[in-house]
């Protein structure tokens, strides 16, 4: 399995312009969740999605956020437009859903974003 | 919501054995406590997951008291591969497969 595949790794940008970093889950995945990682603010959870259905997006921090889930293999979180502080590693990662309270997330690498 | 508690920071030698324990007193019925690991520029990479007792694989041991308000993530004989970060979870109360990262623990291995 090539575990969760996340592009571009890295992305260096100017303030204003639309940024789009990509995400495929596992197969077999049924959960997709995008967190967002600062030295500041730790690991946070931004947006996830249960059957390609949003769930909850209350840590999406404003409207220049924005996700889709088109499919069960392909994710999508967009940032219209950037700004410098949204400079940060995003992190897409998968689970399969289970009803016993067992909860595992696998991490893909991360997309570096530089926004300057 | 459940919340965790753990130690900012650890050092520790080459060979040695390493202890976090992590709290969670508000801790559901049904909810697995699951350690991640997170070295620089990575994601965090599952570690264990427990409900009770102890749980051993081949990289950790994870022991949990009957009331299972805490847990202690143990590595034996640590080698300076082991310097990462390393997070105690247990789901949000009510938010499904929803997981809170706090700070972690940094686990700092030296010579």
């Known amino acids: 399995d090539a575990g969760v595949i996340q592009s571009p790794r890295h992305e260096v940008t100017e303030m204003g312009q639309e940024v789009t970093l990509r995400c495929k889950p596992i197969s077999g995945h049924n959960s997709l969740f995008w967190y967002r990682q600062t030295m500041m603010r730790g690991l946070e959870l931004l947006i996830y999605f249960n059957n390609n259905v949003p769930i909850d997006d209350s840590g999406m921090p404003e409207d220049r956020f924005s996700a889709k889930m088109p499919n069960a293999s392909f994710s999508t979180l967009k940032i219209q437009p950037s700004e410098p502080r949204d400079s940060a590693v995003y992190f897409c990662a998968s689970s399969l859903s289970l009803r016993d309270g067992r909860v595992k997330q696998y991490f893909g690498p991360g997309t570096r974003l530089t926004v300057t | 919501l459940a919340k965790t508690t753990q130690p900012i920071s650890m050092d520790s030698y080459e060979g040695q054995e390493v202890n976090i324990t992590c709290s969670h007193n508000n801790i559901a019925t049904n909810d697995y406590i699951t350690w991640y690991q997170q070295f620089p520029s990575q994601g965090p990479r599952f570690i264990i997951q427990?409900?009770?007792t102890k749980v051993t694989n081949e990289v950790a041991s994870l022991f949990i008291p009957a009331d299972r308000k805490s847990s202690t993530l143990s590595l034996p004989r640590v080698s300076l591969s082991d310097t990462a970060v390393y997070y105690c979870l247990v789901p949000v109360t009510g938010g499904g497969n929803k997981l809170t990262f706090g700070t972690g623990t940094q686990l700092k291995v030296e010579l």
């Open positions: 427990g409900y009770k």
